[in-house]
Nanobody, 124 residues
Framework: QVQLVESGGGLVQAGGSLRLSCAAS????????MAWFRQAPGKEHEFVAA????????YYADSVKGRFTIFRDNAKNTVDLHMNTLKPEDTATYHC????WGTGSRRYIEYDYWGQGTQVIVSS
């Protein structure tokens, strides 16, 4: 049974940092493109960052480029999202997702497995 479990969310002031982690079981992250999406209340899922299964391609949304870093640890079977210089508009529930042999798509529907999410609230 595949499980993706996110952790690390919380309440932080604008300008602060958080590190989100996604622990995978039932799948090997090195065989999957791994991505982070976020969803704010009343809004659609928004692409944040992705790493291809090969690790050779990494993509970021323009809104987070230069502030967020996606990192996959194949030994630990995890994928992290390091978030710096957080802004109130980063407030959302963050989900990790997995796409078998994926190239790091920005499209929500491409992903096969999803975690339940972890909430991030950035106060101004």
């Amino acid at each position: 049974q595949v499980q993706l479990v996110e952790s690390g969310g919380g309440l932080v002031q604008a300008g602060g940092s958080l590190r989100l982690s996604c622990a995978a079981s039932g799948l090997t992250v090195s065989n999957y493109a791994m991505a982070w999406f976020r969803q704010a209340p009343g809004k659609e899922h928004e692409f944040v960052a992705a790493i291809s299964y090969s690790g050779g391609f990494i993509y970021y949304a323009d809104s987070v480029k230069g502030r967020f870093t996606i990192f996959r640890d194949n030994a630990k079977n995890t994928v992290d999202l390091h978030m710096n210089t957080l802004k109130p508009e980063d407030t959302a529930t963050y989900h990790c997702a997995a796409d078998l042999w994926g190239t790091g798509s920005r499209r929500y529907i491409e992903y096969d497995y999803w975690g339940q999410g972890t909430q991030v609230i950035v106060s101004s």
